[in-house]
């Protein structure tokens, strides 16, 4: 394994990290925060105009043609700044899997729109972390030409401003995914609200909603498989916005435990609180390690399934202590809801309980070394 990133990928993370710095600063997320906004339109154009939207996209569609480790650290400089743009969602839920399975006229339509920022994408997956007692459903049904759609999904992620949507479904073929106009007949959508970041999320409902056979991806049948495809780019995905968020929260907590004083010294120096932040430190460093191994094998083709449970379970539990820390340690000022540190505690928790929390990430590493015991045994491949 290689860690050092090649001079393009530094490039697009100072770029990224430009952006960001420049468009999500502490007071201007404070005036957008006290508006009906959930998303900032203007940070979204940025992303476009300097190509960080069409970075996975080919070429031939206006994309720079690049993979999944550009994407990732995009995502932790998004994470280092928690702004509220639908980045994830369009890049990595419905932008990769789209490039990597979708028919050539689909693709054509919807990820040069996603280049230019004219279009937002993402998929239907949210229940892969769920309970099965919330399931539901989509069944699709064979017409001439193409298919027909029934049926809901619950919490689709930016599903409140997508354009078009993956959409699992069951067919009497097999399982398979589907790109859905979220402008056509018989799509509604209601949106959830997700405590103080808005309506992130909707529920989606399809009554007879007609889709041609371009629209589906990969094959009819692989739908299982195409769904653990986007659940795992879209894990390592989180563990990069995870990382950006607990590296922040951490370095803006030991920047005040410098600077705040009691009893004349600074907080700093009490050892306790010192060895809280020791701690902290080591968090991020878990959760970055886990999940720079998680997306290099994804990045290279290789088996990655026992990588991406471990990475997602590190960037959920150590997540947690680490934002803890962050608001305890600023003491009454950190339980302030306009106060910057409550920004990166919501947006660590959401990426948490995304796709599956900690306990379910443990359950489901548990069932694979079960079935392969070789997999704890893996030697490492450089």
Same mark, same amino acid.
């Given at each position: @394994?290689?860690?050092?990133?090649?001079?393009?990928?530094?490039? #697009?993370? %100072?770029?990224? *990290? !430009? #952006?960001?710095?420049?468009?999500?600063?502490?007071?201007?997320? +404070?005036?957008?925060?006290?508006?009906?906004? /959930?998303?900032?339109?203007?940070?979204?154009?940025?992303?476009?105009? !300097?190509?960080?939207?069409?970075?996975?996209?080919?070429?031939?569609?206006?994309?720079?043609?690049?993979?999944?480790?550009?994407?990732?650290?995009?995502?932790?400089?998004?994470?280092?700044?928690?702004?509220?743009?639908?980045?994830?969602?369009?890049?990595?839920?419905?932008?990769?899997?789209?490039?990597?399975?979708?028919?050539?006229?689909?693709?054509?339509?919807?990820?040069? =729109?996603?280049?230019?920022?004219?279009?937002?994408? /993402?998929?239907?997956?949210?229940?892969?972390? @769920? &309970?099965?007692?919330?399931?539901?459903?989509?069944?699709?049904?064979?017409?001439?030409?193409?298919?027909?759609?029934?049926?809901?999904?619950?919490?689709?992620?930016?599903?409140?401003?997508?354009?078009?949507?993956?959409?699992?479904?069951?067919?009497?073929?097999?399982?398979?995914? @589907?790109?859905?106009?979220?402008?056509?007949?018989?799509?509604?959508?209601?949106?959830? &609200?997700?405590?103080?970041?808005? %309506?992130?999320?909707?529920?989606? =409902?399809?009554?007879?909603?007609?889709?041609?056979?371009?629209?589906?991806?990969?094959?009819?049948?692989?739908?299982?498989?195409?769904?653990?495809?986007?659940?795992?780019?879209?894990?390592?995905?989180?563990?990069?916005?995870?990382?950006?968020?607990?590296?922040?929260?951490?370095?803006? /907590?030991?920047? $005040?435990?410098?600077?705040?004083?009691?009893?004349?010294?600074?907080?700093?120096?009490?050892?306790?609180?010192?060895?809280? @932040?020791?701690?902290?430190?080591?968090?991020? %460093?878990? #959760?970055?390690?886990? $999940?720079?191994?998680?997306?290099?094998?994804?990045?290279?083709?290789?088996?990655?399934?026992? %990588?991406?449970?471990?990475?997602?379970?590190?960037?959920?539990?150590?997540?947690?202590?680490?934002?803890?820390?962050?608001?305890?340690?600023?003491?009454?000022?950190?339980?302030?809801?306009? *106060?910057?540190?409550?920004?990166?505690?919501?947006?660590? =928790?959401?990426?948490? $309980?995304?796709?599956?929390?900690?306990?379910?990430?443990?359950?489901?590493?548990?069932?694979? +070394?079960?079935?392969?015991?070789? +997999?704890?045994?893996?030697?490492?491949?450089?």
């Amino acid at each position: @394994m290689n860690f050092e990133f090649s001079e393009d990928q530094i490039a #697009i993370r %100072e770029l990224a *990290y !430009q #952006i960001f710095t420049d468009a999500a600063t502490d007071e201007k997320m +404070l005036e957008f925060s006290r508006t009906d906004a /959930t998303y900032d339109d203007s940070l979204w154009q940025t992303l476009a105009e !300097q190509g960080l939207l069409a970075l996975a996209v080919p070429e031939e569609f206006g994309g720079s043609a690049l993979g999944f480790t550009e994407l990732c650290l995009v995502h932790e400089e998004l994470g280092r700044r928690a702004a509220p743009v639908p980045l994830f969602s369009s890049t990595v839920l419905g932008g990769l899997p789209l490039a990597e399975f979708g028919r050539d006229a689909c693709k054509q339509e919807w990820l040069s =729109k996603l280049a230019t920022g004219e279009a937002k994408l /993402t998929a239907a997956i949210a229940e892969v972390g @769920m &309970n099965s007692a919330l399931a539901t459903s989509v069944s699709a049904s064979r017409t001439e030409g193409g298919w027909v759609l029934n049926g809901e999904k619950a919490v689709v992620t930016d599903g409140a401003v997508a354009d078009a949507i993956l959409v699992p479904v069951e067919t009497d073929e097999g399982a398979a995914v @589907m790109l859905v106009d979220a402008s056509a007949d018989g799509v509604s959508r209601t949106g959830v &609200n997700i405590g103080l970041l808005g %309506e992130r999320a909707s529920h989606l =409902k399809l009554e007879n909603v007609a889709v041609a056979d371009d629209a589906v991806l990969g094959n009819v049948g692989e739908g299982d498989a195409i769904v653990t495809w986007i659940e795992e780019h879209a894990n390592v995905a989180h563990c990069a916005m995870q990382t950006g968020v607990t590296e922040e929260a951490m370095k803006r /907590t030991a920047a $005040y435990i410098s600077e705040r004083e009691q009893f004349g010294v600074p907080l700093g120096t009490f050892q306790a609180l010192a060895m809280r @932040m020791a701690d902290s430190f080591i968090d991020v %460093e878990a #959760i970055r390690s886990t $999940y720079w191994l998680a997306m290099w094998r994804l990045g290279e083709g290789l088996d990655a399934r026992a %990588e991406v449970r471990a990475a997602k379970w590190f960037a959920c539990d150590a997540a947690a202590r680490v934002v803890q820390t962050a608001q305890h340690l600023h003491g009454g000022i950190g339980a302030d809801l306009e *106060y910057p540190i409550h920004r990166f505690f919501l947006n660590a =928790k959401l990426i948490s $309980y995304s796709l599956g929390n900690a306990s379910t990430q443990l359950d489901k590493l548990g069932a694979l +070394l079960a079935e392969d015991d070789s +997999l704890g045994m893996r030697p490492l491949e450089v």
